[in-house]
Each structure stands twice: as C-alpha cells, then as structure tokens.
C-alpha cells in the first residue's frame, strides 16, 4: 500500500515536479500523505494527543488533500485520481 512505504513522498513529489500532470503519481502521493497524517497521533485517544500532533496530522492530511484536488482540476477525467 502506498501509505506505508518509507520515502515514497520524497519519490513522487519529484516525479509530480518534473510533471505536474502525471495522475499515476499524484494519486498515491495523495494516498500516502493521508495514510502517513492518520499514523502520527497515536493509539490514544484525542484528549491525550499534543497539540504538535494534531497539526501534524492537520498538515499531512491537507497536503494529500491539496495533492488530490489539483491532480483532479489538472486531468478531471484521469482514472487514476
């Protein structure tokens, strides 16, 4: 699964770089910020997470957002978005 590969981010935001119109690239990018977003608070329950944490998760999850939404404005009709 694309969310749990170590260094794929870094891997697909170059290829996403090079071409911003590349779906097959953006498409796991954008899974894998929001798999790797939902791993940093923990197994604790919200009251006990620090707030750096949840910006974290904040962060992570508006990049895959952002990733995904602009794959999609780019190519509407591309099957991999």
Known sequence: MAGDEAGLDDFLT???REDPDDGTAA???GVHLTAAGWRVPS????QYVS?????ELDD???????????SA????????V
């Open 60 to 70: 992570s999850l508006r990049k895959g957002e952002r990733v995904l939404v602009d």
């Open 43 to 46: 197994e604790f329950r919200a």
């Open 14 to 16: 170059a290829v996403l």
């Open 27 to 29: 498409a796991p990018l």
């Open 51 to 55: 707030d750096r944490r949840f910006t």
């Open 73 to 80: 404005a780019r190519n509407p009709m591309d099957p991999a």
